[in-house]
């Protein structure tokens, strides 16, 4: 770890681990502070708003006080900057650089770092997570947003920086990062993963909470559910264990009034068919990798990310694979900050010349896309 020190604080102190999640963004400083704020900047919809709220934009807990006075940008949700982005929509975005959805990443970005009150904000040295299949181009975006404020910054892939927090206990398994917007798998084997290592599965939470809200619709036509109350309904009711949580319980409905609705099989359902989605691609991502010992392996599978929580998720792999042999699932310690924190681990173990070297294998047309933005 480096020692170099300004005053009389360390380099590591001035360090930044950063998970972009679609529905949260994590971080951890090198001075100890964790920090999680949700992924979405409120702007008043209209003049009425703007003098009433009395800010140009809110975050946190601010955007539920005014919700119905604001326009609430996700910026990376279904990973639109991160993951989707192709070239044309880069340059779009490059080009306008004052668009809701960069002002919003930006601002929840500075929120993030400021509230972690480093030592020395001017010198900040962060590394950030993108999905495992992130393009050249969303990684590079997301590297431009880091740049506003660190001196030093670089990206990795979310599940990689997982296996690299926990050490050398996650040599040979594969992670599992189940987000709101992703599930992204990474084969990890003690180095920097290869493309191949990596995959990425294009739905995650938000996908089943969208999925929960219309089946529920078309079960039963006269009740009224947002993406909200979906979310909470998953979060408290969702499972794939043995046997169903019953779920009944009082919704809106489009009469305006409250009546009881019995969501057990729906919740269940939806529930398992994320669950089989899940199985299916680390079939898939197995199939399509070399690992040096696959019965270790197989027992090192491990689950990470806010769905990882899903109740009885790792009982269903394993069960599900089991005529593919014996299957060990288990979850990391720290669902929500276990990405935030590899990601500290590795920046405060890098040397001032190693950054630029993990920026070319991370991201070798970085420099591409330099010259394109240039050209554009």
Not at 130 to 145: C, F, G, R
Not at 205 to 218: K, M, P
Request: hydrophobic share 40%; aromatic share 6%.
């Amino acid at each position: 770890m480096s020692s170099v020190k300004f005053g009389v604080h360390t380099v590591a102190e001035n360090c930044i681990g950063i998970d972009l999640g679609t529905l949260y963004t994590t971080a951890a400083g090198g001075n100890g502070a964790n920090f999680c704020l949700p992924s979405e900047v409120g702007f008043p919809r209209d003049i009425v708003a703007k003098h009433l709220i009395g800010q140009p934009h809110v975050l946190g807990s601010d955007i539920t006080a005014h919700r119905n006075s604001l326009d609430v940008i996700r910026p990376f949700e279904k990973n639109a900057l991160k993951y989707a982005i192709n070239e044309q929509e880069w340059r779009n975005f490059h080009q306008e650089s004052a668009s809701l959805d960069r002002r919003a990443a930006s601002l929840i970005l500075q929120n993030v770092v400021e509230s972690l009150d480093l030592p020395n904000p001017d010198a900040v040295r962060c590394i950030a997570g993108v999905p495992a299949a992130a393009s050249p181009h969303s990684q590079l975006l997301i590297l431009e947003l880091v740049e506003e404020f660190a001196e030093f910054a670089a990206v990795v892939s979310e599940p990689f920086a997982v296996a690299y927090g926990i050490g050398a206990e996650a040599k040979n398994s594969v992670i599992i990062d189940i987000g709101a917007g992703t599930v992204d798998y990474c084969y990890y084997y003690g180095a920097l993963p290869k493309q191949d290592d990596q995959s990425t599965l294009g739905v995650g939470g938000d996908h089943v909470d969208e999925e929960l809200r219309n089946q529920i619709h078309a079960e039963f036509p006269s009740s009224k559910v947002s993406m909200q109350l979906a979310r909470r309904l998953k979060e408290r009711f969702g499972s794939v264990g043995a046997g169903p949580r019953s779920a009944i319980v009082e919704i809106p409905t489009k009469s305006g009034d409250i009546q009881e609705f019995d969501l057990t099989n729906v919740i269940r359902d939806v529930c398992l068919n994320f669950a089989s989605k899940i199985t299916n691609a680390l079939l898939e991502h197995l199939s399509a990798i070399t690992c040096d010992d696959f019965v270790i392996t197989k027992s090192r599978i491990l689950l990470a990310g806010g769905g990882s929580q899903l109740s009885g998720l790792d009982e269903y792999i394993e069960k599900t694979l089991s005529l593919s042999g014996r299957f060990e699932v288990h979850r990391v310690n720290d669902c929500r900050f276990a990405g935030a924190l590899g990601a500290l681990k590795l920046a405060r173990e890098l040397q001032t010349e190693d950054w630029e070297l993990l920026r070319q294998q991370e991201n070798p047309d970085a420099k591409d896309g330099e010259n394109r933005s240039d050209a554009a």
